[in-house]
């Protein structure tokens, strides 16, 4: 499997062998563009593709296969997120919530019910800033840091898993995860509740089977209602 540090040593090899070969048959060194672009195009579909194992190790697919993981990214919200955890209880069913760390100091009571309704709480970055695939490693840390002293000092819980931003991986996360010591977590089914509607939502969900960890969103309005006709739909499957 291509990797980052893969890629980058057939790149190396590939410039330095066109470098030789030009030194014996002279060549327009336009040409030297072409492995130039393969490779800036490798490093974008494995920083999008979050579970294309580039720059770091993610789990994409739950470790019991006996059941579907359920996940929600984005809160806690202050209306969504206990609408969503309603239905949870109803249908029995537990969940991961990847939660931004100054949507927890706005809500800590959510956060609260979160951990007090036997869910998990996983570090989803402090801020979720549309630029956090550009920071720094330094400020990746920092953000990450930050989150898991608010999750610790308000559930008492350690956090150790990670879901990037957008789910966008690179060195930078690459590096700040592994100082951390933190898992990433990615998915391998999105629902898309946040562009879709219900009815193409329930669709793309047909295919979830266990051992799938399902992406939504605890931010949008018709979330709740989509996981509670999701849930009702597949009790076997989640159970």
Known sequence: MLNFKTINIIFIITFFSMILIESFASFSQLWYLIPLF?????LFIGSK???SQFYTEVKCMSDDKSKILLTFDDGPHPEITPQILKVLKKHNQKAIFFCIGKNIEKYPEIAKQIIAEGHTIGNHSFSHSYFFDFFSTKKIIKE????????????????????PPYGVTNPNIAKAVKILNLRVAGWNIRSLDTVKNKKQVLKRLKKAKP????LFHDTKKDTPEILNDFLRLNQTKTK
């Not at 051992?211 to 399902?214: A, L, P, S």
């Open 38 to 42: 393969i490779w800036l195009t490798i």
């Open 49 to 51: 593709n979050i579970c």
């Open 144 to 163: 990450l840091e930050k989150t898991n002293i608010i999750i610790e000092k308000l559930t008492g819980e350690n956090c150790d898993i990670f879901r």
């Open 211 to 214: 051992g799938d960890i399902v």
